[in-house]
C-alpha cells in the first residue's frame, strides 16, 4: 500500500484523497491511452504530494479532465494545501486570479506530467484549517469574488451523491463536465470515493470518439447539464446501444419538463435512470435530487433535500402574486455539511472561518403535497443560464466601462440587453464583450440597440420591457424558423423519399449518400445562398433561409463532386477520342474510399453501419447487372461473367470489352471485404477508436499487392481489386484527416506510391495525383452557380453514364466525335433520371442508402 505524506500541521485533509490505495488494482481511470489502476493513482498522488512540500500552500491549478491535473489536485488535498481551481480553457481567467491571490504555487499543463512551479519557499497566505477548495461562482470565472469549501464539505457532499445515487465500485462514470465546475468535480469525488472508475476525457457527446471510449470502458454514467441534453439529441442518443448504462443525471439550471418525461420514460425503456438534480456552488455541489421513479409524474420538480441536508422556506415580499395566497412560496434555504464557509474577496479572507451557515439560495420555490419541492422563480437579479450564473448588475456596469447605458436581464436560455446606441458600437460587437466576460456561448446573448432605454414611470428600470423586446424578436423569428424549416424538410422527404423527415434530422442520419448529396446540396445553395461546409450532418433546425440573397455571385463546389464530374467527361471522351486523359477509375476509388467514410463511417450503431453498407453495395451492383442484361440482349459482347460480376475474378488478363466494368467489379468487391470488416465488434470499435489511423494501416496492407509482395499469380495489376485497394483507403484516410499533420502524411503516402503504378505513363500519374490533393487540402472550390448545377448533374448520373456509354457512343462516333460525347452523357443523364423516377415508384424495394461514388472507366482500357 502507499503511503501518503503525512498532513501540514494546522490543517485537515480529504479522506476520499488518502484511501484511494484501499481499492488496490480495480480501475480508477480509464482515458483513450489505457487504464490507471488505484493503486498506480495512489502512488502517483503520493509522489506529487511530496513535490508539493510539507508547509500549506496555496495551489493555483487550471481544472482539466486529464490524469495530471487530477492527480495535483487529489495530490493537494490529500497533502492539506488549499487549492484555487480556475478553468483550464480561460488564460484570462488564470491571469485574473493568479494577480488577485498570489498563489504560492502555480500548476501548469503538460502533455504528460504537469509542471508545477514553486513561487517562493513557504507561503505568505494565512489560513484557515478547514479551507480546502477556492471555486469561482458559475458565470464569474474571472472575478475575484470566490466560494470557499472545507474538507468537511466535499467528503459530506460526495457521500450524500454516492448514497442517493447508489454508486458501486463497479460503476464507471464519463467525465462529461469541466473539473473546474462545481457538477463535473462532485462526479469525480463522488465516484472514487466508491472505489468507482472514472472515463476520463475532454471529449464531447457530440463527437463519435466519445461514444467509442465510452463503449469500450463500459461507462456506466453520464452528467450534464441543459445543453448536454441538446447535443445528446442531435447525435441520436435515443438509438445508441449503450449496455453498460445505469444513470444519467441532470443539473447546471432548468431543463424543460417536457425533455424530463421524455428522457425518464426512455431511460425506463433502455433500462437506465435519470436522476434530475438541484445544487449551487456555494453547496458544495447538490442540494436536492428527484427520485428517478417520480420523474415521469413530477417532471418541473426539484424533489427532495439530499441525504444529510433540509430546506425551509422564508416568506419574501416580491413572491409571485398568483402563487402566494396558501402556496407557501418563500425563498428556499438549504441547511446541510455541504453549505460553504463563505465567499473570499481578497487573500486576506483565506483565514475566515465559516461565516455563512444556512444558504439562502435566492431562488423562489413551494412544497407540493407530495413533499417535493418546485423553483418558481427568483428572489435577486441573478440568472443562471446553461449552467452559468450571471449577475446582470455586473454586465450593465461592465458596459457602463466602455461608455454604454445598458439594461440587463433574460432567463434560464439567454441574456438580453438593451443598449443605447453608440458611434462605433454594433450588436455585434456589444455581444462579442459580454460573451467574452460572461463566459457565455454567442447564442446566448441577444442585444437590442434602442434610442433610449425602458423605464418605468418612477423613473426605474423596466425590466419586464427589456425581456419583452427579446419575447417579440424570437416570436417573429420563430415563425420564419418554422416556415423554413417545413420548406427544408419537405425538400428532404422529396430528395432522400423519407416520410420521417423532422427539423432535427439531418442528411447522413436520413441516409443521404454521396449521389442525393450532389443534389441536395444544389437545391439547398439555391435556398440557402451558401452551404455550410458540415451541411450533412448539421440538423435541419439550423439551416437557415436568409432574408435576402448574397450579393457575391461566387459559390462553393465540393472537391469530390467536380472530381467525379470531370472523372466521367474525360472518361466518356477518351473513349470517344476527342482527347485523352486517363486515370479517371484510380482517382475515382480514391473518391469513392473518401465518400465512404464520409457518408458511412458516421456515429451510428455497427449494425445499422453494416446494414447501409450492404445497401450500397446493392445499390451499385444491382443497376449495373440490369444494363449490363439489357445490353447482352442488344448484342454487347458481355456474357454472363459480366452479368455476374464476376468477370474480372475469372478472367483477369482478358482486355476485351468484357474489362469494361472491372471498377464496377473492383468497387464491389472492396466494400464486401469493408462490410466483413465491420461486421466484427473488434473491427467497428477499432475504426471509432482510431479513425485516422485504421484506413492508414489498411493503406499499408494494400500496398504489399500493389508492390507485389504477396504473391497473385495471373492478376491485372492496375484492375484487380486486391491491387487497386490501397487507393480506396488513401480516400477512406482523406476523409479522417483532421489536422495539418495528417493530411501532409496522406499526401506523402499518395506521392510515394502513385509513380510507377503505371508505368511509362506519368501524365496518368499526374492526374491522379493532382485530384487526390485537391480532394485532401481542398474541400471546396470557387464556382458558380451555373457551373454548381452542371457538376451536379454529371456527378450525380456518372454510374448510369458510365453503364450506358459503352453502347450509346459508337452510334455516332464516326458522324461527330463531339455529337457522341454529347450523346452519350445526355442518354446516361436520362437513365439516370428514369431510373431514380423508378425506384421511388417502386415500395416494395429496400431503401438503399448511403455510398454510391462516380463511376468512371477509360479509353478501351483501364483508365
Given at each position: 500500500m502507499t503511503l501518503l505524506p503525512a498532513p501540514p500541521a494546522g490543517g485537515h485533509t480529504l479522506p476520499l484523497a488518502h484511501g484511494l490505495a484501499l481499492y488496490g488494482d480495480r480501475p480508477a481511470l480509464v482515458t483513450a491511452d489505457g487504464m490507471v489502476s488505484y493503486s498506480e493513482l495512489s502512488r502517483l498522488v503520493a509522489d506529487t504530494a511530496r513535490r508539493l512540500g510539507t508547509g500549506r500552500r496555496l495551489v493555483l491549478l487550471p481544472g482539466?479532465?486529464?490524469?495530471g491535473a487530477l492527480v495535483v489536485h487529489l495530490a493537494a488535498l490529500s497533502a492539506g494545501h488549499p487549492v484555487l481551481l480556475v478553468p483550464g480553457d480561460h488564460p484570462e481567467a488564470v491571469?485574473?486570479?493568479?494577480?488577485a491571490y498570489d498563489p504560492d504555487i502555480v500548476v501548469h499543463p503538460g502533455t504528460g506530467e504537469w509542471r508545477i512551479e514553486e513561487r517562493r519557499p513557504g507561503s505568505v497566505h494565512t489560513f484557515h484549517p478547514d479551507l480546502a477548495l477556492l471555486l469561482s461562482t458559475s458565470g464569474s470565472t474571472?472575478?475575484?469574488?470566490?466560494?470557499?469549501?472545507?474538507?468537511?464539505?466535499?467528503?459530506?457532499?460526495?457521500?450524500?451523491?454516492?448514497?442517493?445515487?447508489?454508486?458501486?465500485?463497479?460503476?464507471?462514470?464519463?467525465?462529461?463536465?469541466p473539473m473546474h465546475y462545481c457538477y463535473g468535480l462532485s462526479v469525480v469525488h463522488s465516484h472514487l470515493l466508491r472505489g468507482a472508475g472514472?472515463?476520463?476525457?475532454?471529449?464531447?457527446?457530440?463527437?463519435?470518439?466519445?461514444?467509442?471510449?465510452?463503449?469500450?470502458?463500459?461507462?456506466?454514467?453520464?452528467?450534464?447539464?441543459?445543453?448536454?441534453?441538446d447535443l445528446l439529441d442531435r447525435v441520436g442518443f435515443a438509438e445508441m446501444d449503450l449496455p453498460h448504462l445505469r444513470y444519467i443525471t441532470q443539473a447546471g439550471g432548468r431543463l424543460a419538463p417536457e425533455r424530463v418525461a421524455r428522457y425518464a420514460e426512455l431511460g425506463q425503456r433502455r433500462g437506465w435512470d435519470l436522476f434530475v438534480m438541484y445544487g449551487q456552488t456555494e453547496a458544495t455541489a447538490r442540494m436536492a435530487y428527484l427520485p428517478p421513479e417520480l420523474a415521469g409524474e413530477h417532471p418541473g420538480s426539484i424533489g427532495v433535500p439530499i441525504p444529510g441536508g433540509s430546506f425551509s422556506l422564508e416568506p419574501v415580499e416580491e413572491a409571485p402574486v398568483e402563487e402566494a395566497p396558501g402556496h407557501g412560496v418563500g425563498e428556499l434555504v438549504y441547511s446541510g455539511p455541504n453549505v460553504m464557509l463563505g465567499y473570499a474577496d481578497t487573500p486576506e479572507d483565506l483565514a475566515l472561518g465559516r461565516t455563512v451557515v444556512t444558504l439562502r439560495t435566492g431562488?423562489?420555490?413551494?412544497?407540493?403535497?407530495?413533499?417535493?419541492?418546485?423553483?418558481?422563480?427568483?428572489?435577486?437579479?441573478?440568472?443562471?443560464?446553461?449552467?452559468?450564473?450571471?449577475?446582470?448588475?455586473?454586465?450593465?456596469?461592465?458596459l457602463e466601462r466602455h461608455g454604454l447605458s445598458a439594461f440587463c436581464a433574460g432567463d434560464d436560455e439567454r441574456l438580453v440587453l438593451a443598449v443605447v446606441s453608440k458611434p462605433g458600437w454594433d450588436e455585434r460587437r456589444i455581444r462579442r464583450r459580454v460573451v467574452d466576460e460572461c463566459g457565455l456561448p454567442t447564442r446566448a446573448v441577444a442585444v437590442h440597440l434602442l434610442p433610449d432605454l425602458p423605464r418605468l414611470a418612477s423613473g426605474k428600470p423596466d425590466y419586464q420591457a427589456v425581456r419583452a423586446l427579446d419575447q417579440m424578436a424570437r416570436a417573429d423569428q420563430l415563425l420564419v424558423d418554422d416556415a423554413d424549416d417545413d420548406d427544408l424538410c419537405a425538400l428532404?422527404?422529396?430528395?432522400?423519399?423519407?416520410?420521417?423527415?423532422?427539423?432535427?434530422?439531418?442528411?447522413?442520419?436520413l441516409g443521404g449518400d454521396?449521389?442525393?448529396?450532389?443534389?441536395?446540396?444544389?437545391h439547398l445553395e439555391q435556398r440557402l445562398g451558401r452551404l455550410p461546409a458540415s451541411w450533412h450532418t448539421t440538423p435541419i433546425r439550423d439551416l437557415r433561409i436568409p432574408a435576402s440573397k448574397p450579393p457575391s455571385r461566387i459559390r462553393a463546389l465540393e472537391t469530390s463532386v467536380a472530381l467525379r464530374a470531370v472523372a466521367i467527361v474525360c472518361i466518356v471522351a477518351s473513349h470517344v477520342r476527342l482527347f485523352e486523359i486517363r486515370g479517371g477509375a484510380h482517382l475515382l476509388l480514391a473518391v469513392a474510399g473518401f465518400n465512404f467514410a464520409r457518408f458511412l463511417l458516421t456515429s451510428a450503431e455497427r449494425r445499422e453501419r453494416v446494414r447501409r453498407t450492404g445497401r450500397s453495395i446493392a445499390r451499385i451492383a444491382l443497376p449495373c447487372v440490369a444494363w449490363t442484361a439489357f445490353a447482352i440482349l442488344i448484342g454487347a459482347e458481355y456474357d454472363l461473367s459480366n452479368l455476374l460480376l464476376l468477370h474480372n475474378a475469372l478472367f483477369p488478363q482478358d482486355m476485351g470489352p468484357g474489362l469494361h466494368l472491372w471498377f464496377v467489379e473492383a468497387l464491389v468487391y472492396i466494400l464486401l471485404t469493408v462490410l466483413a470488416l465491420l461486421a466484427v465488434p473488434a473491427v467497428d470499435r477499432a475504426e471509432r477508436r482510431f479513425p485516422y489511423g485504421l484506413p492508414l494501416a489498411l493503406v499499408a496492407l494494400g500496398l504489399l499487392t500493389r508492390y507485389e509482395l504477396v504473391g497473385l499469380p495471373d492478376r491485372s495489376q492496375i484492375t484487380d481489386a486486391v491491387t487497386v485497394f490501397w487507393l480506396f483507403a488513401l480516400g477512406w484516410a482523406a476523409a479522417k484527416a483532421r489536422t495539418t499533420p495528417h493530411r501532409l502524411l496522406v499526401t506523402l503516402a499518395a506521392l510515394t506510391t502513385v509513380p510507377g503504378f503505371f508505368p511509362g505513363e506519368p501524365r496518368r500519374e499526374a492526374f491522379v495525383l493532382i485530384g487526390f490533393a485537391l480532394l485532401v487540402w481542398f474541400p471546396t472550390l470557387p464556382s458558380r452557380h451555373r457551373i454548381n448545377q452542371a457538376a451536379g448533374l454529371l456527378a450525380a448520373s456518372s454510374l448510369s453514364i458510365y453503364l450506358t456509354h459503352w453502347q450509346i457512343y459508337p452510334i455516332l462516333d464516326d458522324v461527330s466525335e463531339p455529337l457522341s460525347l454529347a450523346t452519350a452523357i445526355l442518354f446516361g443523364i436520362g437513365y439516370a433520371k428514369a431510373t431514380g423516377h423508378l425506384t421511388r415508384k417502386l415500395p416494395q424495394l429496400p431503401r438503399l442508402a448511403t455510398l454510391r461514388p462516380g463511376f468512371p472507366g477509360s479509353r478501351r482500357m483501364p483508365s
Open positions: 482539466a479532465n486529464t490524469v491571469e485574473s486570479l493568479t494577480a474571472g472575478s475575484p469574488k470566490l466560494v470557499r469549501l472545507s474538507y468537511e464539505n466535499l467528503q459530506a457532499n460526495a457521500e450524500s451523491i454516492a448514497t442517493y445515487l447508489k454508486i458501486r465500485d463497479t460503476d464507471r462514470a464519463a467525465t462529461t463536465l472514472l472515463v476520463l476525457t475532454e471529449l464531447s457527446v457530440a463527437d463519435a470518439c466519445f461514444w467509442e471510449l465510452f463503449r469500450i470502458s463500459r461507462g456506466t454514467a453520464l452528467a450534464g447539464v441543459p445543453y448536454t441534453f431562488d423562489l420555490a413551494r412544497r407540493t403535497e407530495q413533499g417535493l419541492f418546485e423553483i418558481v422563480g427568483r428572489r435577486s437579479r441573478f440568472l443562471k443560464i446553461l449552467g452559468m450564473r450571471i449577475d446582470p448588475q455586473q454586465v450593465e456596469a461592465m428532404y422527404a422529396r430528395i432522400l423519399d423519407r416520410t420521417d423527415v423532422t427539423p432535427e434530422s439531418t442528411f447522413v442520419g454521396s449521389l442525393s448529396y450532389v443534389e441536395m446540396s444544389l
